[in-house]
């Protein structure tokens, strides 16, 4: 299933008791069709007030639950389940769009088999481009960004590399990521847009490396120092986390069907330390 959510009235994708998430909307409204619990596997996990445009889940029903979705109607099982998911969260008033459902490739896991995620975030930077209608999906800064800097400082951390720096870390997970590209552009209407692409993305990392371009883009840290804090390998109070409302998860994309049971089970093996090298580009 493919979705979109303004994330701003969310406490983030994960279900937590007592709080609004989007997993927990999504995951009640498949209760109500099928009458029983749903657990919903996710492409990636995003904090509190992150967007989606692109949001990919995965869960399993049995073939008997499938084939009674049309409930008599002469219509394919994942069109009746798309409309009935529709029908339940458009109580949310348009926060969460279902875009897709169908049957997922055999070993498909929306988390362990994609290939990569892309995110982007906007920045508004000098008050003369504040814009007070787009003001839930864009950084207002108050100082104009040096594009080249950004870009810079962007450049120097591609690859694959130990993100430690730049990610909370969570019990028994690797920080070694492969940052396929990051990148700076400044839109006609003026407004400074990050696209990042990674196979995938620790916690907190695509915010904590904006946070560290920003710094230099606007002259309050020298050229190169991204690239210092890179090597330094640690999480202390220098790591600036810029604000969660203009990061959208735009894409992940997966391999062809019959490999996305290998895909998973190679992205499940745990990265070792000494696979980090300085080498640049695609791949992971």
């Not at 007592?18 to 995951?27: K, N, S, Y």
């Not at 400074?192 to 309050?220: E, K, P, Q, S, Y």
């Amino acid at each position: 299933m493919t979705l979109a959510y303004d994330g701003s009235g969310f406490s983030g994708w994960a279900a937590q008791p007592g709080r609004l998430t989007v997993q927990g909307a999504l995951e009640e409204a498949l209760e109500m069709l099928f009458r029983r619990p749903v657990r919903t596997a996710v492409a990636g996990r995003t904090d509190a007030g992150v967007h989606a445009r692109g949001q990919v889940v995965h869960f399993d029903i049995t073939p008997a639950e499938y084939a009674g979705l049309p409930r008599g109607k002469d219509i394919a099982p994942d069109v009746a389940l798309l409309r009935r998911v529709r029908g339940v969260v458009s109580r949310l008033r348009g926060t969460v769009v279902v875009h897709d459902a169908g049957v997922a490739a055999p070993g498909f896991d929306a988390r362990f088999s994609a290939l990569w995620r892309r995110y982007s975030y906007r920045i508004a930077d000098g008050e003369e481009r504040w814009d007070p209608l787009t003001r839930n999906d864009t950084l207002w800064h108050a100082t104009h960004l040096d594009e080249d800097a950004l870009n810079a400082e962007a450049r120097a951390v591609e690859g694959r590399h130990d993100f430690l720096t730049f990610c909370k870390p969570r019990e028994r997970a690797t920080t070694i990521r492969t940052l396929e590209s990051f990148r700076f552009a400044r839109g006609d209407d003026g407004i400074l847009v990050a696209h990042l692409r990674a196979d995938a993305f620790c916690h907190n990392m695509v915010r904590t490396l904006i946070g560290a371009a920003l710094m230099v883009g606007d002259g309050r840290q020298p050229p190169g120092w991204v690239g210092e804090r890179l090597g330094e390998r640690v999480r202390d109070a220098k790591t600036y986390l810029a604000a969660p409302h203009p990061l959208v998860l735009e894409e992940v994309a997966y391999p062809q069907d019959d490999d996305v049971a290998h895909r998973a089970s190679l992205t499940r093996a745990r990265r070792k330390p000494h696979d980090v090298s300085a080498r640049r580009g695609s791949g992971s």
